[in-house]
């Protein structure tokens, strides 16, 4: 399994330890919208598209 570690955003200035990864930014992002979401009754497509709003960012161009 590859170690690559994949980052939704970087801080100018700070070590990438204090970078936001990808992973847990598309979870926390998930949780979010199905919160928001749920009041209309669409938690679980809240969540799906929390996790898939920057998909692309699993890309070695967009971590470059």
Excluded: C, N, P
Aim: aromatic share 10%; no cysteine; proline share 0%.
């Amino acid at each position: 399994m590859e170690d690559t570690k994949y980052y939704a955003h970087s801080i100018e200035g700070k070590s990438k330890s204090d970078w936001h990864l990808l992973k847990k930014h598309l979870e926390d992002t998930a949780k979010l919208a199905a919160e928001f979401a749920s009041s209309f009754g669409m938690k679980k497509l809240g969540s799906v598209a929390g996790l898939l709003h920057d998909i692309g960012k699993y890309s070695h161009e967009f971590q470059r």
